[in-house]
């Protein structure tokens, strides 16, 4: 089991107002969700091998009536919007895990949870700094958990978006 030294300890992050309003104002406008799946390997004479974690932010466009062309001038802004979210989530020490936030895949997803709304999504892959198949492990889990707060903190919202009744 590693210690709290090996996992890179947690240190408070001194936000201002500013950024967390921002950010909140960033989640409203997008309405953004987040899920998480599993990133696994195809293991040679066995099943997959769970390796980390795939943090999944999804971003709506503003009005579900416009039919997006993937890739278009407003996606792209909503994937800048998405990746200052991602870039302030993922943890700031070094640890023995690693995040990568992945590239514009220039697509429009739709998923039932969201009432298939046109959404721009963007990928964080939580995984071993080094051990590639290694199976995930506590300093993974606790990254994931450190990132969930944190949207938590800035209002986005589990799988599907649900307008609060002051909004």
């Not at 936030?101 to 009432?115: L, S, T, W």
Request: hydrophobic share 35%; proline share 7%.
């Amino acid at each position: 089991m590693a210690n709290e030294e090996n996992m890179g300890a947690s240190v408070p992050e001194m936000v201002g107002p500013e950024t967390l309003e921002r950010l909140q104002a960033v989640v409203r406008e997008h309405r953004v969700c987040w899920e998480v799946w599993p990133e696994q390997l195809a293991g040679v004479g066995r099943g997959p091998l769970q390796v980390g974690f795939d943090l999944v932010l999804n971003g709506a466009h503003a009005h579900d009536k416009d039919r997006p062309s993937p890739g278009c001038e407003r996606c792209e802004v909503i994937f800048e919007h998405l990746r200052e979210i991602a870039e302030w989530i993922v943890p700031k020490v070094e640890r023995p895990s690693r995040y990568d936030i992945q590239i514009f895949d220039h697509a429009v997803h739709y998923a039932p949870e969201r009432g298939n709304r046109p959404d721009v999504a963007l990928t964080i892959k939580i995984l071993h700094r080094s051990e590639i198949d290694a199976p995930v492990d506590e300093c993974e889990v606790r990254c994931l958990n450190e990132m969930k707060t944190k949207l938590a903190q800035i209002g986005a919202q589990y799988r599907q978006w649900v307008d609060s009744p002051t909004s």
